[in-house]
């Protein structure tokens, strides 16, 4: 049973680039979080998504960064046009159906490092 | 809303001594409580949670925090530091509502263990 999968694991772009993140959730998980981890700095949450749906992304930037979680394949975080201050590490997490905080199950992340 | 505070960005103790990690954190409802291990270019681990049961929560490798809501702390122990303890451990809260299930975390607390 593969755990939270992220992909790609390091990821260099060029200011100006986009950058695309992929989350496949632990099987029978249908809900989905990112996070985003600043050097130095503790996870900040981003955006929580269902199956086609956003739930809640309180945390995401209002420009440039979008999230998506098809009915079929991975969830996606989408940066647009990426700056420096975008360098992080993105999180990914997956728990079931209305289990809340408490089961999270999180990936090994995404690097994203803008030149 | 809810935060929490991490007293000590780096801990260091000696292999075999007491680790004890501090945890505050700050809600207007009944909180969860969370503890989480990152090892190097890894995603994070869960150690233990509070979810109001017992007030006293052991987790795995050896770990336990109690939860004081007096104080409203939730520190980290264990008795005796391995080497293989060395990673940074975050403290995180949530509400716990279905529908609110976002973690806030700490800053992180990065561990040295001296051999």
């Known amino acids: 049973n593969a755990g939270v999968m992220q992909n790609p694991r390091h990821l260099v772009r060029r200011r100006g680039q986009e950058a695309r993140l992929r989350c496949s959730p632990m099987k029978g998980h249908s809900h989905v979080y990112w996070y985003r981890q600043l050097p130095e700095e503790g996870l900040k949450f981003m955006v929580y998504?269902?199956?086609?749906?956003?739930?809640?992304e309180s945390g995401m930037p209002k420009e440039r960064f979008s999230a998506e979680f098809p009915k079929e394949g991975p969830s996606i975080l989408r940066i647009q046009q990426v700056v420096r201050g975008d360098s992080a590490a993105y999180f990914c997490?997956?728990?079931?159906?209305?289990?809340?905080?408490?089961?999270?199950?999180f990936g090994a992340g995404s690097r994203l490092t803008v030149l | 809303a809810q935060s929490v505070t991490q007293l000590g960005s780096h801990v260091s103790v000696s292999e075999g001594a007491l680790v004890l990690l501090r945890c505050n954190y700050s809600s207007s409802v009944p909180p969860y409580l969370f503890w989480y291990v990152q090892y190097p270019n890894q995603g994070l681990q869960l150690l233990l949670k509070?979810?109001?049961?017992?007030?006293l929560v052991k987790g795995i490798n050896g770990f336990e925090a109690e939860f004081k809501k007096s104080e409203t702390s939730f520190h980290l122990t264990k008795p005796s530091a391995h080497m293989s303890d060395a990673a940074e451990y975050f403290c995180?809260?949530?509400?716990?509502?279905?529908?609110?299930?976002?973690?806030?975390f700490g800053t992180g607390t990065r561990l040295t263990i001296i051999p």
């Open positions: 997490a997956s728990s079931p159906q209305g289990a809340g905080a408490n089961v999270l199950t």
């Open positions: 509070y979810t109001s049961a017992a007030t």
């Open positions: 998504l269902q199956k086609e749906n956003i739930i809640d």
């Open positions: 995180a809260v949530s509400v716990g509502n279905f529908g609110n299930e976002k973690l806030t």
